[in-house]
């Protein structure tokens, strides 16, 4: 299984300070003008991010996790929490059966991603309840020392590849794709059926164009 996964992200992608001072730069906006505002605007969407209404409207909310609003996170977000594990009395057995049964989990993590903030929640890493620093790598998180899904399971047997790669987001490049993804589709019964579905899959997502996907399958056989 290849995830390239939220732990959860700490605002929303957009509103980034230098990614939405740069869209907002292009408006003729000075840097000030552009900072304050993307300032102002992640802090109101913020304060209605767990209402029924953003919830039910905007879909980046649904993996929005503030660290310093966990009870609000806990009872409004729709999806994370749940996906999850997190709330308290409700953790569902057949998640964590069903993630710990994996052959093998890779977690990629872009060095330069400034769409998932912190980039370490690639990795299942994120800030402690209540604060936001430090980032704690996975195996100190609560989601990995008391296992809620299944990963520290999967850890302890050796099944979790921790990859970075270096790039934006999902910026992976061919040769890390060759690298770090085929060893784990070649050896599959029918592997090449298998392998030029999950390329093509892979392409879509990536936005590589036929020729691209082409490539890979040729270098990957």
Same mark, same amino acid.
């Given at each position: 299984m290849f995830m390239k996964p939220r732990c959860s992200v700490s605002r929303i992608p *957009?509103?980034?300070? !230098?990614?939405?001072?740069? =869209? /907002? *730069?292009? *408006?003729? /906006?000075?840097? =000030?003008?552009?900072?304050? @505002?993307?300032?102002?605007a992640d802090a109101l969407i913020k304060l209605e991010i767990y209402s029924d209404y953003v919830q039910?409207? *905007?879909?980046?909310?649904?993996?929005?996790?503030? $660290?310093? !609003? #966990? !009870? !609000?996170? /806990?009872?409004?977000?729709?999806?994370?929490p749940k996906l999850n594990n997190e709330i308290p009395g409700e953790r569902n057995a057949t998640y964590k059966e069903r993630f710990s049964s994996l052959e093998n989990l890779v977690l990629? #993590? @872009?060095e330069n991603d400034i769409v998932v903030i912190p980039r370490e929640?690639?990795?299942? %890493?994120?800030? $402690?309840?209540?604060?936001?620093? $430090?980032? /704690? $790598?996975?195996?100190?998180?609560k989601l990995y020392q008391e296992d809620w899904i299944g990963l520290k399971t999967l850890d302890?047997?050796?099944?979790?590849? @921790?990859?970075?790669?270096? %790039?934006g987001h999902l910026g992976i490049s061919n040769s890390d794709m060759r690298k770090h993804i085929v060893p784990y589709l070649k050896d599959k019964p029918s592997a090449s059926a298998s392998l030029a579905a999950t390329w093509h899959a892979v392409g879509e997502a990536l936005g590589l164009m036929g020729d691209d996907v082409g490539v890979l399958l040729q270098s990957s056989t």
């Open positions: *957009l509103l980034r300070s !230098d990614y939405c001072s740069y =869209l /907002l *730069l292009t *408006l003729y /906006l000075s840097s =000030l003008q552009s900072g304050i @505002f993307c300032v102002i039910a409207h *905007l879909a980046p909310s649904g993996y929005i996790k503030i $660290p310093t !609003d #966990m !009870d !609000d996170y /806990l009872k409004g977000c729709r999806f994370l990629i #993590m @872009f929640t690639s990795w299942f %890493g994120y800030y $402690p309840d209540g604060a936001f620093e $430090p980032v /704690l $790598p996975p195996q100190q998180t302890e047997a050796g099944r979790v590849k @921790f990859v970075s790669v270096p %790039g």
